[in-house]
């Protein structure tokens, strides 16, 4: 039980926040570990060897663990954070979201276009509705939420596009699948970076 009275859902995997101090399902995390040279690394893809230490995939938390040396505190030795860190971050989860949406796109799980994703969206085909936060909010407001699904508006319209071999994209699509669960996950954490919110509905006009 949590301290709220709630079960814990066993099979989630929590860990706890250096700044914050709260326990809370990793996903919504970034793990880091000390480098040989004592310098502070992100492990966004949560693969590399040694003690890590946790974040809350957020830039005011992220600017703490830098300002007050929590990272030390956390790796229980002395370390230093780059003074590009949270670049290093951003760069790594954008990189990842739009990998992850190209392969989507090549599964024939991920569409581009107003008229493609409107349609999607109209066939209860999405899952993801995903669109640049340099768009027109006019063009943007003009589609929906799926329905028990997610809105993102972390990429830029160059950055969508690299994933459909574009210029620039404004509004895309994903069908329920792994890699669109990947994408939620790297999509909700590079959220908590640029601000944007990963969790609104984009309003019908």
Do not use: N, Y
Not at 121 to 143: H, I, N, P, T, Y
Not at 162 to 175: C, E, K, N, T
Request: proline share 5%.
């Amino acid at each position: 039980m949590t301290r709220g009275g709630q079960t814990k859902d066993r099979e989630t995997p929590e860990r706890r926040c250096i700044v914050t101090g709260e326990t809370q399902p990793k996903a919504g995390l970034i793990r880091f570990v000390a480098g040989p040279d004592a310098i502070v690394v992100p492990d966004i893809a949560e693969k590399l060897p040694g003690r890590g230490f946790w974040v809350i995939a957020d830039r005011k938390a992220l600017d703490k663990a830098a300002a007050k040396g929590m990272f030390s505190r956390g790796a229980k030795a002395q370390v230093s954070a780059p003074p590009e860190l949270l670049e290093m971050i951003e760069a790594g989860l954008a990189k990842r979201v739009v990998d992850t949406l190209s392969l989507a796109r090549k599964a024939g799980l991920a569409v581009a276009g107003f008229e493609k994703v409107k349609d999607w969206l109209a066939g209860g085909k999405a899952k993801v509705l995903l669109q640049a936060s340099d768009g027109s909010d006019r063009g943007k407001g003009k589609l929906w939420t799926p329905p028990g699904g997610r809105w993102f508006g972390c990429l830029t319209a160059s950055e969508l596009g690299l994933s459909f071999g574009r210029d620039h994209v404004i509004h895309s699509a994903l069908a329920p699948g792994r890699l669109t669960d990947m994408l939620i996950r790297d999509a909700s954490r590079l959220t908590g970076l640029r601000g944007h919110d990963g969790g609104a509905s984009a309003e019908k006009e």
